[in-house]
């Protein structure tokens, strides 16, 4: 079960944390990823990773549109993934959903992905 939680309301420029419960997954055997859809818009992939056993295996790949500006990383021992949004635009609002795919390399592509949480809204003011 993917659960999000930390989306709400902010101005341009602001920040916020994205945080996914992944209860019953062991995060070595999945790639997790942040995913958002804009209304009237497909869903995209944001962010995306996966660890091995050790720190040293860790990978990560985002979209363009957000390079340097979030990350994603996860806590193992709480089973929570996160994604750390600074220097928000108006044209990240969206409904921001977790996502997991069983061994799997990172994606941003949707359709790879297996399990999927009920998302969480961000909103960006200007």
């Known amino acids: 079960q993917l659960v999000e939680s930390g989306g709400g309301l902010v101005q341009a420029g602001g920040s916020l944390r994205l945080s996914c419960a992944a209860s019953?997954?062991?995060?070595?055997?999945?790639?997790l990823g942040w995913f958002r859809q804009a209304p009237g818009k497909e869903r995209e992939g944001v962010a995306c990773?996966?660890?091995?056993?050790?720190?040293?295996?860790?990978?990560?790949i985002y979209a363009n549109s957000v390079q340097g500006r979030f990350t994603i990383s996860s806590d193992d021992a709480k089973n929570l993934v996160y994604l750390q949004m600074n220097s928000l635009k108006p044209e990240d609002t969206a409904v921001y959903y977790c996502?997991?795919?069983?061994?799997?390399?990172?994606?941003?592509?949707?359709?790879?992905?297996?399990?999927w949480g009920e998302g969480t809204q961000v909103t960006v003011s200007s």
């Open positions: 996502a997991a795919a069983y061994l799997a390399p990172p994606s941003l592509r949707p359709k790879f992905m297996d399990y």
């Open positions: 019953g997954f062991t995060f070595d055997d999945y790639a």
């Open positions: 990773m996966t660890r091995g056993k050790r720190t040293s295996n860790i990978n990560t």
